[in-house]
């Protein structure tokens, strides 16, 4: 997995935000946690989870202007590891989930001694081989422990934007993945277009994810804003590139090739979120839905039922765990409407 860094002192931090938004995570650097550019984002999000790392704190009480980012929003605070050289005891009472520390190659060993106090390792690469491979022993000695609220700690080689490692192939990427390790880019290290000297979004992002299919497609479950499940696609290399280029839905037809959802009823898809599963062998496409691909509630046989909140979440993992197992029907589609299945037009096979 890749997870953007954006320097919001940067003159083009405003158009990184945008084009990286389709990425679950995304790293935003401010001078300190009252800049009026991160206060402004922060309170404009959507379905963004932002971990933001502060340069500065205010000496005198650096924990109230945690508490702040995180009532305001912040998924994570990322602080340096000196934050925590007086001791852990000052940070009990913030859930490990949402904080987050940097470290440079000298502190590596001093993972352990965080192990109950933050969720995400940001481990420094400063442009050396030597330092990869620091972060690569590192990562392999770390506990695999869950986190108490779920979830599991993540480490993440942060590459510094010098060096010969600065923006990394995918190969790297993809090896760096299977050690559990995922990777921090400068967000001006990445493009959705293929330009020179930068590595390609939906390249990156698809370096981790593997199929275990013949036909190497991965099942894409589709959902709209509130998480209700629309339907179950697949997707290919090629369609995941061109969803991040166009920032809409397109998906992988047997009959079709690559298939813009709605070119032709005009039923199309504004793409919110890309998410991938925790094997890294299904994906999740979060889109806004136009025209008749929308699921009309009035047509829910259960009209006054509610499905659990979970509901979205189990569909995904079990349709993940189940579709390795079906007949090579790459096209047709199995809408969920609460318990009901439906095919719909433009979603199933013509």
């Known amino acids: ?8 002192a940067a003159d083009s931090y405003a158009e990184n935000l945008k084009t990286l938004s389709l990425l679950p995570n995304q790293v935003l650097v401010a001078p300190t946690p009252n800049d009026p550019r991160l206060q402004d984002i922060l309170k404009h999000q959507n379905k963004d989870a932002y971990w933001v790392q502060p340069l500065a704190f205010d000496a005198e009480d650096p924990l109230a202007q945690i508490h702040t980012l995180l009532d305001a929003g912040a998924d994570k605070v990322v602080l340096p590891f000196a934050a925590f050289a007086a001791g852990v005891e000052s940070y009990s009472h913030i859930p490990q989930e949402r904080l987050a520390v940097e470290l440079d190659p000298a502190n590596f060993d001093k993972v352990n001694h965080l192990q109950d106090t933050v969720s995400v390792f940001l481990l420094n690469v ?7 491979e620091a972060v690569k022993k590192t990562a392999q000695a770390m506990p695999k422990d869950l986190l108490p609220r779920g979830g599991v700690k993540r480490v993440i080689a942060a590459l510094s934007g010098q060096g010969p490692t600065s923006t990394p192939e995918t190969s790297t990427i993809s090896e760096l993945g299977r050690l559990g ?8 290290a990445l493009s959705s277009d293929q330009q020179k000297g930068k590595l390609n979004l939906g390249e990156a992002f698809m370096a981790t994810v593997v199929s275990d299919r013949p036909d190497k497609l991965f099942p894409t479950v589709v959902v709209d804003e509130q998480g209700i499940s629309l339907g179950l696609v697949y ?8 969803s991040f280029r166009t920032r809409k839905g397109v998906y992988f037809s047997r009959s079709r090739g690559l298939w813009h959802k709605g070119a032709s009823s005009g039923a199309t898809q504004d793409l919110i979120k890309v998410h991938v599963d925790c094997d890294s062998d299904a994906l999740q496409f979060t889109v806004h839905q136009h025209g008749a691909g929308k699921i009309n509630p009035q047509s829910f046989s259960f009209p006054t039922f509610s499905p659990h909140p979970m509901f979205p979440l189990l569909t995904f993992i079990l349709i993940g765990s189940i579709t390795r197992f079906l007949p090579q029907q790459h096209s047709r589609v199995l809408w969920f409407c609460h318990w009901t299945c439906t095919p719909q037009p433009d979603f199933a096979e013509p």
């Open 235 to 242: 997707s290919s290399l090629e369609s995941v590139v061109e």
């Open 181 to 188: 390790i995922d990777t921090l880019l400068p967000g001006e």
């Open 126 to 132: 400063d442009g050396s081989s030597e330092s990869l």
């Open 1 to 8: 997995m890749i997870v953007p860094r954006i320097n919001l």
